[in-house]
């Protein structure tokens, strides 16, 4: 066949994707660096799919300052890496993404020559310390591999991953003095107590084993490691920097400063020397453990043998485009596929695996536990990731959301509370956020046939969760119907979150067969009703007496029982009942006044000094989609006689709240959860209510999908008449027949098939 | 027959004990309060024999005061009691017997009634905190019981122990207010860093868990617990004292103070509540794990079943009488049966077991171990214990000793610095005091033929230890002959010490027939002659040039090369070869000369202001028996022509040195150490070089007495007109024939038969 020109374009085009052709390598469309200037807090560096090591540059971390106050710059570097600065400080082994409160950044390795500095130096006098500068043009950042050139060195400092071992290449320049320094004092959010003790080994010159225990968002943390040098250094040497009354003993009979082979404290460096030539590469393994030594040595010894970089790099990144492969789209344009991509990629780094490859790891109860029959998992950031992300698993790693569940049962087998997480990581609960998720998230596993534990415990624990009268107000909750404003400082948005995961609960109660369970929780679940006050149209908290609290702003943030949100946004979250609350809140017209007014009105400045986690750029109108409570809301329409503007809404928030750019995310990831509410949205669904096995259709940006599910089985979805202004949808068919309303079944894509939107331009009145 | 007033005579009196009859209780004659007055530092609770729990009371403890300034009264309560106070502050689980230094003092229990105060108070004013005014008088310490009542609270205490477990027993009056305290601050030797972490969580209202981890003495050292209570707590409570910066997080939500299962922190009390009637009795288990609250609980379990008070303590009694019974003595009087016993005991409770039931410990590399083959023990104080305690288990405990030895060797193999332990407790090595003492109990062992360990490996890790360069002057020692003073500030007593360990190693190298090592260490064992100056006559400090130090006394134990001793006393520190000692010393006349002196001499007042460890009452003239480099001394006549001195002295330290009262030791116990040597002294033979298979003769002050060996067989000493003047030997038999010389060998012992000694109250010229 003649080969014409217009062929040569279509090939050039980026739907080269063809079925007859070898599928293009994904990974190209994933840039880690998306979400980390300002409110992303993503992190630019490597790591697998859930992997258990997240090898990442810090640019700062930011303490409490000397004198233990508060800074409030600490919460940038959630993450410990902001775009727009010019230093790095180091590369650290752990890290969250896209929370707004954060720990970790344990292990900090940075590659220095010259004269040895151990202090980090500071952002505007980088040679003061061991830092560097650097700059973005000689940085680059993939899955799985991140680059690196510090400037005042003279390094080249590149960084990959396996599941459990981060490993480091760093090319020096010729210098007698080159150092690698191990600084087990830095952390992210650091603060005066927050290092408890460091034990440090030199086995032999090439191999460094230790341990540090931390006192911070996890309250009671071990951390395992095992470091090997693929150059044995020349020398190394340790500081103690902790001053005045402490026992040093007889340890004062060595010089413990230089090449001694241990050293334990809380506050400790150490530096290993090398010479290099020009060029010379020097490559690191460190492996962790939450165990133990040996633990973190058999990791190693099983995960990375032998020092060839770029076979580390290339596994790890072949697991990406495994996992990427999973769904395959096809768009107009670049952007939208670096875009889903990178929100895939930012989607499956969390929750994190936390176990050992023995099946070690330890427990919220202090004890090293092995788990049977499971990967243990971490990184719970439930009030997030119940929403959209563990519905994501449960399409796309339905394997691993089944592990994630039992990893969150046996959290509960060992709360001294007896309650499912909240917001856990590394074997410790931290509270944090509100309501009780986890039945969420175990519900809609449940409910969606994604679930081979044990099932009735698991009903049973969700229902101890929901039953734990002295947590955050749900014993006045089960009594009256709602948390009393004197109770809470946020009665009315955990009152609707309880109402909610009630729901969930009753769904799984359902399911099970367990009709008095479901009695008790689907009553509950309509409590949502208690905290409606009809006059003013608003959520609003309520005294112990009854009455409505008297003075009430719905725009602020700020003291109105809400958390993280305002009465505007918060008035909407009924995902359990939307028909129930177009109700009470007057019938679709005012509803859909409502919600216009919710994306079309104009804030005032104070809004926006008021509220973390968020920028302008993460609010449209009153539409607060950088924060979680409003992810659902763009489709309620679909409930009201005007779905269309869901359809809509949907497009627009695509293409506002999300770019291709450092700043391309107008919030905070929130380890995956605003990632996978783009996913779903981009493919024209979303999990409205977890709990239900229905998604409620939105609008698809893509061109054409096809989910790869497990079994060799696709779900197909073509999208005819596509286009920017081709929002609407005239028509669907599944599976050939026309789709009746406006959801998908979970069965429908679990089961392959097909499903076709037809776009339009217009719509309906 | 006709039962007749003398018959009840003999009968009453303290030789009551007959091979025909039922033996008598030894236990009787054990009196724990001995030496805890002033310096013995030994502790009066219960513990059974080698226990890994040793349950006593705290009369105070001394802390750094705030300023973290070092308070030298510290030192008074390195067991944790004072005979000579007036309160105690509590009752905790670990203490170390009779030494100079300290730490533990771990889990510290308090019952009390009337209002909560949750800090232990002072002695002055015990009425401002928890603890309580005592008296002797209403106090009672037995082996594995003890019992006291205290005053303020009106509330009896009993105390006793299995090997893991701890068990209390409190009588309380009727009250409202009764509590049990656990003060998770307090500990022996505190300072402001001391506490590293603390956990504990509340399981239920009669179990209590947790763990805590010290930087003391032990420089990284977690201790697990499990807690039963007789009765639940009608409630509990939590405090954090650690203010400031600290990171708390959500665990706001939670009012942790009051009946919250969980908390964890660096300073941390609890207390728990109850109502009593009057007389009613509360009981406490108390289990300790080095390695998990889990194991805690299976040691509990396995150890402590039920509540039955007093079968537990009659179980550790007779684990006492089963271990006092291996040697039974005659004597005229109580007094010498109750220096006797104690001293047994005070010999048999360390080292201490340091593993669980299943043989789990955490080991010197923080890792965890499991001992296969042997039970894992700690507490090795073995500059002092290598000399006569550990000879005596060759004899009365030889399976412990293989084990204790076994425990070294893992050690050996666990250690960073690839050296046998120095100074070692719970998994780790704190350096203290000086040498390589480790060897001598190997040695000694292998030449003793009590060796079923790997004995070859074991001469590598002497061997290894001794070699270790950096170590301490070894590195000159093997350069030089001696340690240059330049270097050490204990040249000479190191020196003298590492000639003798080294004579150690050699004799063990040729039991194993190991012909070149024999060489090499029978060479460095000379070494001692090279710090001794005959122009002053005495051991000197050297310089690396050769020449002596320039300002010398002899008699002051500061800064003069010798740790805690002086050159009168040092100088004679050859005990594996008196004969080249008296030689290079200028012969018999000389040497008697300066022995007479040494026990006859008039010291200066500043040398008793400038010693530590020791009283007037612990120095015979300037012979300081209450510390150990002197031990071997008073046998030295043996080496001259005029043996009849060593039996005078002999006779007389024994009853200067020691009596059945609390102040009844003249120096530090210093774990069974100076015990050992009253047993030894007493039978009438003492271990004058562990790793010779001897024992020098001294001067029997019993009557007889039988040794009773594993395997059913006896060794019996007969002592032929024995009396208070009759110090003299005039003959000695062996199994009936006359023995040459004097010294008995160990297999002399060990293979059973009779040792008859006929006294006399003069003595040959």
């Given at each position: 066949m003649k080969k014409l020109p217009f062929l040569l374009l279509a090939l050039a085009?980026?739907?080269?994707?063809?079925?007859?052709g070898k599928p293009e390598?994904?990974?190209?469309?994933?840039?880690?660096?998306?979400?980390?200037?300002?409110?992303?807090?993503?992190?630019p560096g490597s790591t697998v799919p859930f992997g258990m090591v997240q090898l990442s540059p810090e640019t700062d971390t930011i303490s409490y300052d000397q004198n233990g106050k508060y800074n409030?710059?600490?919460?940038?570097?959630?993450?410990?890496?902001?775009?727009?600065?010019?230093t790095i400080v180091g590369f650290s082994h752990t890290h969250f993404s896209g929370t707004g409160h954060s720990d970790l950044g344990d292990i900090l390795i940075m590659p220095t020559t010259g004269k040895l500095q151990l202090n980090p130096g500071t952002a505007d006098k980088?040679?003061?310390?061991?830092r560097s500068a650097f700059s973005h043009k000689n940085e680059l950042s993939e899955a799985n591999y991140y680059k690196v050139k510090l400037d005042d060195h003279n390094i080249t400092a590149e960084l990959t991953t396996t599941t459990r071992v981060g490993i480091h290449q760093y090319t020096f320049p010729a210098s007698d003095q080159s150092h690698i320094i191990l600084d087990?004092?830095?952390?992210?959010?650091?603060?005066?107590?927050?290092?408890?003790w460091t034990y440090l080994r030199?086995?032999?010159?090439s191999t460094v084993i230790g341990w540090r225990q931390t006192n911070g968002w996890a309250r009671t943390r071990q951390l395992y490691f095992a470091i090997s040098f693929s150059k044995p250094f020349s020398g190394h040497g340790f500081k103690n920097y902790v001053s005045g009354s402490?026992?040093?003993?007889?340890?004062?009979?060595?010089?413990?400063?230089?090449?001694?082979p241990e050293i334990a404290g809380r506050q400790i460096k150490a530096w290993f020397d090398f010479k290099t030539t020009e060029g010379e590469k020097i490559k690191l393994k460190v492996a962790l453990s939450p165990v133990s030594m040996d633990n973190a040595l058999a990791n190693m010894k099983a995960e990375a043998q032998g020092w060839d970089f770029d076979k580390f790099k290339q596994a790890g990144q072949q697991q990406w485009e495994d996992e990427l492969h999973k769904i395959v789209i096809d768009t107009k344009s670049k952007t939208e596929k670096e875009n889903f991509y990178t929100g895939m990629y930012h989607a499956l780094i969390n929750p994190t695996l936390y176990a050992d490859l023995n099946g070690e790891y330890k427990g919220l109860d202090q004890n090293v536990h092995k788990a049977e029959g499971f990967n243990n998992y971490t990184t719970f950031s439930l009030w997030d990731t119940y929403r959209a992300l563990h519905p994501l698993f449960n399409i796309v790693d339905p394997d691993r959301n089944k592990d994630m569940i039992k990893s969150m049962l046996a959290h509960y087998d060992q709360s001294p509370e007896h309650m499912l997480p909240v917001w856990s990581n590394s074997g410790n609960e931290?509270?944090?956020?509100?309501?009780?998720h986890a039945v969420a998230v175990i519900a809609d596993a449940v409910v969606k046939g994604?679930?081979?534990?044990d099932t009735n415990k698991a009903l049973e624990a969700c229902v101890a969760t929901a039953r734990?009268?002295?947590?955050?107000g749900i014993g006045e909750y089960m009594d009256k119907g709602y948390i009393p404003d004197e109770r809470s400082g946020v009665s009315v948005s955990s009152t609707l979150e309880y109402a909610y995961d009630d729901w969930a609960i009753a769904q799984m109660a359902k399911k099970l067969g367990r009709e008095d369970i479901y009695q008790e929780f689907i009553k509950r679940s309509q409590?949502?009703?208690?905290?409606?006050?009809p006059k003013v149209g608003f959520m609003r908290p309520k005294l112990a007496d009854g009455t409505f609290r008297k003075n009430f702003d719905?725009?602020?943030?700020?003291?109105?029982?809400f958390i993280e949100g305002n009465a505007w946004n918060y008035t909407l979250f009924v995902p359990q009942d939307p028909k129930g609350l177009i109700n009470i809140m007057g019938g679709n017209q005012r509803v859909v006044r409502y919600l216009d007014s919710l994306f079309t009105m104009q804030l005032p400045d104070k809004f926006f000094a008021e509220t973390?986690?968020?920028t302008r750029d993460g609010i449209i109108g009153n539409y607060?989609?950088?924060?979680?409570?409003?992810?659902h809301v763009a489709y309620?329409?679909?409930?009201?006689?005007?779905p269309w503007k869901t359809q809509e809404r949907i497009r627009m928030i695509l293409k506002k709240m999300y770019?291709?750019?450092?700043?391309?995310?107008?919030?905070?990831?929130d380890t995956g959860q605003m990632s996978a509410w783009y996913i779903f949205s981009t493919l024209g669904f979303?999990?409205?209510?977890?709990?239900?096995?229905t998604y409620a259709i939105g609008s698809p940006a893509i061109d054409n999908a096809v989910i790869?599910?497990?079994?060799?089985k696709t779900f197909k979805i073509t999208v005819k008449?596509?286009?920017?202004?081709?929002?609407?949808?005239k028509k669907i068919e599944l599976n050939g027949k026309p789709l009746e309303g406006l959801s998908i079944k979970h069965s429908d894509i679990m089961n392959g098939g097909e499903l076709v939107f037809y776009m339009s331009s217009s719509h309906a009145k």
């Amino acid at each position: 066949m003649k080969k014409l020109p217009f062929l040569l374009l279509a090939l050039a085009s980026a739907n080269a994707f063809a079925q007859t052709g070898k599928p293009e390598k994904l990974i190209q469309y994933v840039k880690p660096i998306i979400g980390t200037q300002r409110m992303g807090h993503t992190y630019p560096g490597s790591t697998v799919p859930f992997g258990m090591v997240q090898l990442s540059p810090e640019t700062d971390t930011i303490s409490y300052d000397q004198n233990g106050k508060y800074n409030p710059d600490v919460y940038k570097y959630c993450a410990g890496y902001q775009y727009d600065d010019k230093t790095i400080v180091g590369f650290s082994h752990t890290h969250f993404s896209g929370t707004g409160h954060s720990d970790l950044g344990d292990i900090l390795i940075m590659p220095t020559t010259g004269k040895l500095q151990l202090n980090p130096g500071t952002a505007d006098k980088p040679l003061s310390g061991y830092r560097s500068a650097f700059s973005h043009k000689n940085e680059l950042s993939e899955a799985n591999y991140y680059k690196v050139k510090l400037d005042d060195h003279n390094i080249t400092a590149e960084l990959t991953t396996t599941t459990r071992v981060g490993i480091h290449q760093y090319t020096f320049p010729a210098s007698d003095q080159s150092h690698i320094i191990l600084d087990m004092m830095a952390g992210i959010y650091n603060y005066p107590e927050k290092n408890v003790w460091t034990y440090l080994r030199v086995v032999n010159d090439s191999t460094v084993i230790g341990w540090r225990q931390t006192n911070g968002w996890a309250r009671t943390r071990q951390l395992y490691f095992a470091i090997s040098f693929s150059k044995p250094f020349s020398g190394h040497g340790f500081k103690n920097y902790v001053s005045g009354s402490v026992y040093r003993g007889f340890w004062g009979k060595f010089n413990q400063t230089k090449n001694f082979p241990e050293i334990a404290g809380r506050q400790i460096k150490a530096w290993f020397d090398f010479k290099t030539t020009e060029g010379e590469k020097i490559k690191l393994k460190v492996a962790l453990s939450p165990v133990s030594m040996d633990n973190a040595l058999a990791n190693m010894k099983a995960e990375a043998q032998g020092w060839d970089f770029d076979k580390f790099k290339q596994a790890g990144q072949q697991q990406w485009e495994d996992e990427l492969h999973k769904i395959v789209i096809d768009t107009k344009s670049k952007t939208e596929k670096e875009n889903f991509y990178t929100g895939m990629y930012h989607a499956l780094i969390n929750p994190t695996l936390y176990a050992d490859l023995n099946g070690e790891y330890k427990g919220l109860d202090q004890n090293v536990h092995k788990a049977e029959g499971f990967n243990n998992y971490t990184t719970f950031s439930l009030w997030d990731t119940y929403r959209a992300l563990h519905p994501l698993f449960n399409i796309v790693d339905p394997d691993r959301n089944k592990d994630m569940i039992k990893s969150m049962l046996a959290h509960y087998d060992q709360s001294p509370e007896h309650m499912l997480p909240v917001w856990s990581n590394s074997g410790n609960e931290n509270w944090c956020m509100s309501g009780y998720h986890a039945v969420a998230v175990i519900a809609d596993a449940v409910v969606k046939g994604n679930a081979d534990f044990d099932t009735n415990k698991a009903l049973e624990a969700c229902v101890a969760t929901a039953r734990h009268r002295d947590y955050e107000g749900i014993g006045e909750y089960m009594d009256k119907g709602y948390i009393p404003d004197e109770r809470s400082g946020v009665s009315v948005s955990s009152t609707l979150e309880y109402a909610y995961d009630d729901w969930a609960i009753a769904q799984m109660a359902k399911k099970l067969g367990r009709e008095d369970i479901y009695q008790e929780f689907i009553k509950r679940s309509q409590n949502y009703k208690n905290v409606y006050d009809p006059k003013v149209g608003f959520m609003r908290p309520k005294l112990a007496d009854g009455t409505f609290r008297k003075n009430f702003d719905p725009l602020t943030t700020i003291n109105q029982g809400f958390i993280e949100g305002n009465a505007w946004n918060y008035t909407l979250f009924v995902p359990q009942d939307p028909k129930g609350l177009i109700n009470i809140m007057g019938g679709n017209q005012r509803v859909v006044r409502y919600l216009d007014s919710l994306f079309t009105m104009q804030l005032p400045d104070k809004f926006f000094a008021e509220t973390e986690d968020i920028t302008r750029d993460g609010i449209i109108g009153n539409y607060v989609h950088g924060n979680e409570p409003s992810h659902h809301v763009a489709y309620l329409y679909n409930w009201t006689d005007k779905p269309w503007k869901t359809q809509e809404r949907i497009r627009m928030i695509l293409k506002k709240m999300y770019g291709p750019t450092p700043d391309g995310l107008g919030g905070n990831d929130d380890t995956g959860q605003m990632s996978a509410w783009y996913i779903f949205s981009t493919l024209g669904f979303y999990p409205f209510a977890p709990g239900a096995d229905t998604y409620a259709i939105g609008s698809p940006a893509i061109d054409n999908a096809v989910i790869n599910l497990a079994g060799g089985k696709t779900f197909k979805i073509t999208v005819k008449n596509q286009g920017d202004k081709n929002v609407y949808i005239k028509k669907i068919e599944l599976n050939g027949k026309p789709l009746e309303g406006l959801s998908i079944k979970h069965s429908d894509i679990m089961n392959g098939g097909e499903l076709v939107f037809y776009m339009s331009s217009s719509h309906a009145k």
